[in-house]
T-cell receptor, first 117, second 110 residues
Framework: ETGVTQSPTHLIKTRGQQVTLRCSSQ?????VSWYQQALGQGPQFIFQ???????GRGNFPPRFSGLQFPNYSSELNVNALELDDSALYLC????????????????FGEGSWLTVV | TQLLEQSPQFLSIQEGENLTVYCNSS?????LQWYRQEPGEGPVLLVT?????EVKKLKRLTFQFGDARKDSSLHITAAQTGDTGLYLC??????????FGSGTKLNVKP
């Protein structure tokens, strides 16, 4: 039990649709990172939010966007879904001491399985 | 694109055997982490190494960070069936932003 909660756990969407995934970070954490893990691959960094601001982005197109709320929970939004977006989406929660200051342990949620048909 | 190469990709061994998993890159990391992931779950952090040449032990697991901070290894002594899982290394290019390898799938048979 990591204290990081993701919802929904599973969902099926149609190509072209939009999806919102949610993450509640561990209490006391101010940073949320999102990762995409395709079947048989390691997680790929999408972006990170630190104190409600985007704090780094991986190699993902603009149709992947996010938000972090004042309570440090976060959303990942994906527009114009493509078949290749089918994957496990992981949220990782941590405490950063500054935008580029490594804080403490990172905790992952159990992920949201997205299938695009 | 995986910036970190892990080897082997698959490993199937008998309980009691030793094994080593490798994580290599041409890039330098500020830190490197090892995770274990079980089916249907998120990765669980095992260790973080920060200093070149650092060695950390976690019971039967020994982690080493290369002197140049470009590579790492995970050695398991006397593997148990409970060690079965996907082992992932993740390198930090900018402190808290990590890039993962594609993983080593370990199966320990009784």
């Amino acid at each position: 039990e990591t204290g990081v909660t993701q919802s929904p756990t599973h969902l099926i969407k149609t190509r072209g649709q939009q999806v919102t995934l949610r993450c509640s970070s561990q209490s006391g954490h101010n940073t949320v990172s999102w990762y995409q893990q395709a079947l048989g691959q390691g997680p790929q960094f999408i972006f990170q939010y630190y104190r409600e601001e985007e704090n780094g982005r991986g190699n993902f197109p603009p149709r992947f966007s996010g938000l972090q709320f004042p309570n440090y929970s976060s959303e990942l939004n994906v527009n114009a879904l493509e078949l290749d977006d089918s994957a496990l989406y992981l949220c990782a929660s941590s405490l950063l001491l500054g935008p580029n200051l490594f804080g403490n342990t990172i905790y992952f949620g159990e992920g949201s399985w997205l299938t695009v048909v | 694109t995986q910036l970190l190469e892990q080897s082997p990709q698959f490993l199937s061994i008998q309980e009691g055997e030793n094994l080593t998993v490798y994580c290599n890159s041409s890039s330098v990391f500020s830190s490197l982490q090892w995770y274990r992931q079980e089916p249907g779950e998120g990765p669980v952090l095992l260790v973080t190494v920060v200093t070149g040449g650092e060695v950390k032990k976690l019971k039967r697991l020994t982690f080493q960070f290369g002197d140049a901070r470009k590579d790492s290894s995970l050695h398991i002594t006397a593997a148990q069936t409970g060690d079965t899982g996907l082992y992932l290394c993740a390198g930090a290019y900018n402190f808290n932003k990590f890039y993962f390898g594609s993983g080593t799938k370990l199966n320990v048979k009784p």
